[in-house]
C-alpha cells in the first residue's frame, strides 16, 4: 500500500526533474544568444565620458533583454597603451562587439584590427579612427558621431559676431593634438575666425584636460595681453581657460567658449564666464554606436552614408534668453 501510494509523487518529481532538464538548457542557451557589448570610453575624469557610460547603461537596463553591456575608460586622456589593454580584456571576455571612443586616432587601430580578426563587431564613436591607416590595414569601421568642423565652426561665428571686432587677438586650446575630432574642432575655430578677420595668434594643446587647459589659458594670457578670447576644444579645457581668466584679473574682458555642454559648465553660460559650447548628444552618442554595432552583429549592415559615417546631431548652447 504504501509503496503503491508513494507512485504517483515519484512520477511527478520525474516529471518536474524532467521538465527542468528540458528549461534550463533553454534559459541558459538565451543568456548566451544575447551579445556582450563592450563600450571603451577615454578619461572617465572628462564628466562628458561620464554622462556617455551613464546613457549606456540606462539604454541597456531598458534593453536588459537584447544584450548585455560591459563599460570601461582610462584615468588619462593620453594614456594609449592602458585603452588598448583594457580593449584586449574585453575581447578576452567574450565581447561580441566593441564600441569604441579611441584616445588616439592613429594607436587605436592595430587594437581594434585584431579584435576583428578575431570576429568582434567594431563601432567607432565620438573621435574617428585614422581613414587611411584602417584603410592600410585592410579594415573599414563605422564611425558614429558628430561633424566636429561643423559644431566648433557654430561655437567660433556666434563668439565673432556677439564679442569681437576684426583684428581681434584670440587663442585656440586644443584638445589631444593627434585625436582627430581634435584637428577637426581646431579646423572649425579657425574657420570662424578667418571669416571674422580675427587674429589667431596662438594654437596650444591642452589635452583635453582642466590642469593643462588652465596652464596654456594662463601662458597666452601672459604672453599676448591684448587676447580677447579663448576658444577650447572641450568644456573640460574651458573649465581651466576660466580659472585663468580670473586669476589675471581680466574676467568679462577674454571671452571663453568650449565644446561639449557638461553639467560643470552650465552654470558659467548663466553668469557669462563661458559665451557658448556646443551639445553633441553625450548620453545619446553610446546608445547610437551600440544600436549600430547590435545591427552589424545580427548581419545587417548599419545605416551609414557614403562616408562610412552616422552621422549626430549638434546643437549651440548659449545662455538662456
Partial sequence: MVHEAAVPGRLLALAVISSLSLTLPLSAAHAEDKPKVALVMKSLANEFFRTMEDGAKDYQKTHADEFELIANGIKNETDTGEQIRIVEQMVNAGAKALVIAPADSKALVSAVKKAMDQGVVVINIDNRL????????????PFVGPDNRKGARLVGDYLASQKLKAGDQVGIIEGVSTTTNAQQRTAGFKDAM???????VSVQSGNWEIDKGNAVAASMLNEYPDLKALLAGNDSMALGAVSAVRAAGKTGQVQVVGYDNINAIKPMLED????????????????????AALKMVKGEKPDVDADNVIQTPVELITKKP
Fill in 130 to 141: 585614422d581613414p587611411d591607416l584602417l584603410k592600410s590595414k585592410g579594415i573599414s569601421v
Fill in 194 to 200: 578667418d571669416a571674422a578677420q580675427m587674429k589667431i
Fill in 272 to 291: 557669462g564666464r563661458v559665451l557658448a559650447t556646443l551639445d553633441q548628444a553625450a548620453s545619446q552618442q553610446a546608445v547610437y554606436g551600440i544600436q
